[in-house]
């Protein structure tokens, strides 16, 4: 795959790197002259300039890209981005946000791109668990065999009615259940899904797409 990620920071860095490392051309876009040098000096193709601007995504090559991904600091220009990439082409956008917002806000994100990534939440919860004596170094283990993947039910999705528990997925499993905005959680035997629903899954890397046709449906 052909991958842009606009913004070097730890967790663009760090993007960059797994995604690189497996084999993907990857594009790194900063406006950062410290950062620019950082990724070069690891080998990446870098441009040097605003994410947002037209002309630096398509110096970057965004026409051909499969995927975009938004990881800078701030969400809302992470949104700019995204959906500067939608106009110039028909990619996978994914935008980075680092902070809550009101359900209207997030609703519009995430009705605009394909993924929304909170790093920060997964970090809080590696925290917590070093703190009370876990180790949590094991999921970072797993990262290149598999992806945690957070899709949103549809109202044609073919899973609407299931059980969650009983969801048989090839090469995956759902481990959390989300409804109306609230908060993921360990499903109940009983819950079923519905449309709007939120589902958590762990996937291994090459059956993520085939997972998500699964639960979604065909585009």
Known sequence: MRVVIVGYGRVGARTARVLDEEGHEVVVVDNDHTKVERARERGL????????NPAVLAEAGVADADAVGAITGDPKLNFEI???????????????VSEDFH???????????DEIIYPERLGAAGAK??????????IGDLTERLQIV????????????????????????????????QPLTIPLPGTTVEAGDRLAVLAETDRVDDVRTSLLGAD
């Open 45 to 52: 193709t870098v441009v040097e300039g605003d994410g947002s």
């Open 103 to 113: 359900d209207e806000i997030y609703d519009e994100f995430e009705r605009a791109v």
């Open 150 to 181: 957070s899709v949103s039910v549809g109202d044609d999705a073919p899973v609407l009615g299931s059980r969650v528990n009983d969801l048989a997925l090839d090469g995956a499993r759902v481990y959390a259940h989300g409804r109306n905005r």
């Open 129 to 138: 668990t070093a703190m009370l004596g876990g180790n949590f170094n094991a």
């Open 82 to 96: 995204c959906m500067e990439a939608k106009e110039a082409t028909d990619c996978r956008t994914v935008m980075r």
